[in-house]
């Protein structure tokens, strides 16, 4: 709840979007919007989707997720349930970032999801790694087959993980977008693969900010 409250004021004050306007938007009274806010009562899972859908975050939809946490005391087990608010982004594809296709990305013809808590300031959306341009011998190392979270919204600066697409290419490309003499380039973190001189030919879809495996 409170990471959604947080998401929520901070998408607000980016878009100087008032309670009222919320409010507005949402077809009830500024009040209950406060009452949301400030967590004098609990939104269903419907009303929180109604309010980010009214601030313009279609990717985003919330799921909460109940952890049961087992406590040893006495040998007796207690049961403490925390529920925490999740954020969930489709899984996309290299060939159109940030567009749920069918196929590999579907599961019996439905869009895929995966959940996280990080709740991001665009329309993110998840990617599988592919290749090992990225696997590195030592330090920072995105393997093969890890699910890599991207946020087109986080301003690529140098030294962050970057998704960019060339105009003459079909797919997007993973690297690390470094500076060196004033000028940009893009390199993988496997140093068998060659670097490329970031221009403007090149787009950046989104920077890297979150890279899971699972097993």
Same mark, same amino acid.
């Given at each position: 709840? !409170? ?9 607000? @004050? ?14 009830? @009274? ?52 925390? &529920? ?21 990305? @579907? ?9 996280? !808590? &990080? ?12 290749? !090992?341009?990225? /696997?590195?011998?030592?330090?920072? @190392? ?30 997007? /490309? ?10 940009? &380039? ?12 970031? /221009? ?11 890279? /899971?495996?699972?097993?």
């Amino acid at each position: 709840m !409170d990471k959604w409250i947080e998401l929520v004021k901070a998408k607000m @004050s980016d878009l100087k979007v008032t309670q009222e306007v919320l409010a507005d938007r949402l077809g009830m @009274s500024q009040g209950g919007v406060g009452h949301w806010l400030n967590k004098r009562r609990q939104p269903s899972i419907e009303d929180m989707n109604r309010v980010l859908h009214a601030l313009g975050m279609d990717f985003l939809e919330v799921a909460t997720v109940i952890r049961e946490r087992l406590v040893l005391q006495d040998d007796e087990p207690c049961l403490a349930h925390k &529920y925490n608010p999740y954020f969930r982004y489709p899984v996309s594809d290299w060939r159109e970032p940030a567009q749920v296709r069918d196929g590999e990305l @579907s599961v019996y013809g439905k869009p895929r999801f995966e959940l996280t !808590d &990080y709740h991001a300031q665009g329309a993110a959306f998840w990617l599988v790694v592919v290749g !090992d341009a990225m /696997t590195a011998p030592t330090g920072v @190392s995105i393997a093969e087959g890890m699910m890599i979270l991207v946020d087109p919204a986080i301003v690529p600066e140098p030294g962050k993980l970057v998704i960019a697409q060339w105009s003459d290419s079909t797919e997007a /490309t993973f690297r690390k977008l470094i500076e060196e003499g004033g000028q940009r &380039y893009l390199v993988p973190l496997n140093p068998t693969y060659p670097k490329a001189l970031y /221009t403007d030919e090149c787009r950046i879809l989104g920077v890297v900010v979150q890279a /899971t495996a699972k097993f």
